[in-house]
Each structure stands twice: as structure tokens, then as C-alpha cells.
């Protein structure tokens, strides 16, 4: 088989992805997919890379470490294992782990009716994560407010705690609504996206430069859409 490089791309999205979940199962073809232990989150990715084979990696970010061992890494696929090498006489080679002991996705997200869809910039989302960090909030809100569409960081399980508001656009649906979630699980790549949410379920980000989708569960007892 013909070594394949990773484009930088790629490397960006297979780091981004550890932070969702330790290993990964990668499909012969040109698709990764990943989910949260917990399920509450998945993200799929259209690479330029086409994998020939399906590989199993138990610890995503130790592979990474050894991918880092390289300057110009190119990947050579077996049956079983693969080889990493940069052209030099450094060789590793990586064997992969058993399917059946990875954490996959099983089904693609049929995503429900959109209720609500917004674009979300990179400087916007940015400023949330900074601001819940320095302020210690877990939540993360998105709900319609005067005509405008506002997102918010603060703790929920506390009304009197102070909070960091973001006015992100027009509310075009005109309905009323407020979609909770959990900061710490929304772990997406840097970028502008689009957000479409599907009332008390879930919201979709779909990157705007490259082929990446997110979808995140709502909290479902707090979300509120409509009157």
C-alpha cells in the first residue's frame, strides 16, 4: 500500500477528537468518526486522507505523541499494525487495538427538525470559553432575548452567581427559547460555524471551512423552547 501523510488538517482534528474521547476506530475510507464516553456527544470528519484499512487506536494522544516524534511522517498501513516514518532510518511501529475494545459510534445522528439555527464565530465562542474559565461557570446558554439571539456562560444551579453575556444575532425564528449545555462538553476546533438546534434534544456545529460536525445533547430538564 501507498504511505499516507497527514495533513495538518487532520492532525488538528485527531487532537481535537482525543479530547472527546482516549481511542478512536477509524473506517477504510475517508470518514472519522468519533463519541463521548458518555454519548452525549459525537463528531464526524471528511479527511483528504483515505485510510485503507480499518485501524484501531486505543490511546489517541500517546499515538499523537508518537506521531510528534517525527518531522514529515508518513504512514505506511498493514493488516495489523502500521509503520511511521519520516524517509530517515527511524521506524515505529504501531499495532492496532481490537474494535470490540473501542468506544465508536454504531449509527449516524439523524438530526431532528431544526428549530433554531445561528452562526457562531470563532471570536464569539472564544471570549464564552475565556470568560466561564476566568469566572468559573459550567454552563453554557443559548436563548432568544429582545429580538436578539444572546449566549450566555453562568451556573445554572445558581441564579444569584454573576454571568458573561454575548449578543451573537437577530433571533430570525421568533420564537422563544432557552438551550442549555454543559461548557466542558462542547469541544470543537477553533472556527466559524453554524449552530442549527433541534428544541430540548440536541445542537448540531457544523465547522464553516472544512468538513467537521458536532452534535451535543442539550440539558434537557432546563432547555425550553416556546411558550
Known sequence: MKPVTFSKNTLSIL???????????????????????????????????????????????KFLGV?????????????????????????????????????APTKDVVMPEVNVSLSLSEKQFSELQKAASVMQL??????????KIVAMVSDLSDPTTNNYKVTVENNYSGSDFLFNFKIENI??????????????VVGEFVHKGMSLTYWFAMEANTSKYGS
Request: glycine content about 8%; hydrophobic content about 35%.
Open 67 to 103: 506521531v510528534s516524534l517525527f518531522n514529515t511522517p508518513n504512514f505506511d498501513f498493514g493488516p495489523k499494525s502500521m509503520k511511521i516514518k519520516n524517509g530517515g532510518s527511524s521506524v515505529v511501529t504501531y499495532y492496532y487495538s481490537e474494535p470490540r475494545l473501542l468506544s
Open 138 to 147: 459550567p454552563d453554557i446558554s443559548f436563548t432568544s432575548d429582545s429580538g
Open 15 to 61: 487532537k481535537n477528537f482525543a479530547s472527546l474521547n482516549s481511542n478512536l476506530l477509524i473506517k477504510p475510507g475517508n470518514v472519522i468518526k468519533t463519541i463521548t464516553p458518555s454519548k452525549n456527544g459525537m463528531a464526524i470528519a471528511t479527511v483528504e486522507e483515505d485510510f485503507p484499512v480499518e485501524v484501531g487506536i486505543w490511546d489517541l494522544n
Open 187 to 200: 469541544k470543537i476546533l477553533p472556527g466559524d460555524y453554524k449552530v442549527n438546534f433541534a428544541k430540548n
